[in-house]
């Protein structure tokens, strides 16, 4: 198992291999975007833990998956578990089985926040 190492950032308790995985994407927009994803997280479920886990940060809730981003050359992967009793909304293209769905980011895009943060703070609910 790994230590979760982290320190206080904003009252936000951050891991700095998090912090170095995203500050070393690629691409600047991934950046930006991960750092948004990320904060929105620690406000939807303020007692995430953070760790990299299979090579790409993990956030978890009572040691429990809870969300992970992932990217790829040419898109950003947000990651939502437990959801097979999510109610997604409709128009958003969501991939993934029913317990856990994600929404792929690219270039240009700007991710809704507030519906991420509302399907992240139900389906934690549980954990």
Not at 108 to 126: E, F, K, R, V, W
Request: hydrophobic share 40%.
């Amino acid at each position: 198992m790994n230590l979760i190492l982290t320190k206080k950032v904003n009252g936000i308790s951050t891991n700095p291999e998090v912090t170095a995985f995203i500050d070393s994407m690629s691409q600047p927009w991934q950046i930006v975007i991960s750092n948004e994803l990320r904060q929105m997280i620690h406000q939807s479920i303020p007692d995430a833990a953070e760790r990299i886990q299979y090579k790409k940060p993990h956030f978890l809730k009572n040691g429990k998956y809870a969300a992970v981003i992932s990217p790829s050359k040419d898109a950003l992967s947000f990651m939502i578990f437990n959801t097979a009793e999510l109610e997604l909304p409709t128009g958003v293209v969501f991939e993934g089985p029913s317990e856990r769905k994600w929404i792929k980011i690219r270039e240009g895009q700007a991710p809704d926040y507030a519906m991420l943060s509302n399907l992240l703070i139900q389906a934690s609910s549980s954990l």
